[in-house]
């Protein structure tokens, strides 16, 4: 396989075997990996040691579920790293795909996050109302601590907030949806949003691998 999605999965519907075989199809043969969150197991139940070392993020590990989780109504925010990244690029010029991004509906389930692995990028992170444009970059007047003390900041607070975190594992790559409301990108625009960010990811991920195929 050239692109592997899994979503909200019990812990034992893969087996430790099954798991060794998606590793090797990342790390030798280029394969993207996608873990989409889910209220039930994904990804927190995970326990094959390799599945874990995988995700490119630590969501808190428990068999526990989020089901009737309340959570205040957030909007999808581009980090530093997702106002240019191939996969959140949905109009072009940043100022430009940042107001695209404004304007997707808002969400009210995420999964938590502990933390996210070094070298993972953080695309997306859920932000308030007040906060969805005012995701800026470090000041580039102020001093160098100052400055590393802000980076540092934001980036603890994306990754308490992080919605799409990617990485590269291998010779693959692997990305973690932490909402199942994808599906929400479609509200008002058919299937133009939705179709275009999954068309990015997958572009982004496999696209070496990809034979042959239009837009």
């Not at 996608?34 to 390799?50: D, K, R, T, W, Y």
Request: aromatic residues 6%.
């Amino acid at each position: 396989f050239d692109v592997i999605i899994l979503g909200d999965l019990p812990a034992a519907a893969i087996s430790d075997d099954t798991w060794a075989i998606i590793s090797r199809c990342v790390n030798e043969r280029g394969a993207l990996l996608v873990f989409i969150a889910g209220p039930s197991h994904m990804p927190h139940a995970l326990g094959a040691s390799q599945a874990r070392e995988l995700l490119p993020l630590d969501p808190g590990w428990s068999n526990r579920t989020f089901f009737g989780q309340t959570e205040k109504p957030f909007r999808l925010s581009l980090t530093a790293e997702g106002r240019n990244h191939p996969i959140t690029r949905h109009a072009d010029g940043s100022l430009s795909n940042q107001q695209t991004w404004s304007q997707f509906p808002t969400l009210q389930w995420r999964h938590p996050v502990k933390s996210v692995k070094e070298g993972a990028d953080i695309l997306l992170a859920a932000a308030g109302d007040d906060e969805a444009d005012r995701n800026t970059l470090p000041d580039d007047s102020a001093d160098l601590d100052t400055a590393l003390d802000d980076l540092a900041r934001r980036r603890e607070k994306e990754s308490q907030n992080a919605l799409l975190v990617t990485r590269q594992t291998g010779r693959g790559k692997v990305a973690a949806i932490m909402t199942d409301r994808t599906w929400r990108l479609r509200e008002g625009a058919g299937d133009v949003h939705h179709h275009r960010f999954w068309g990015n990811l997958v572009r982004w991920g496999a696209g070496p691998l990809l034979r042959a195929g239009n837009e």
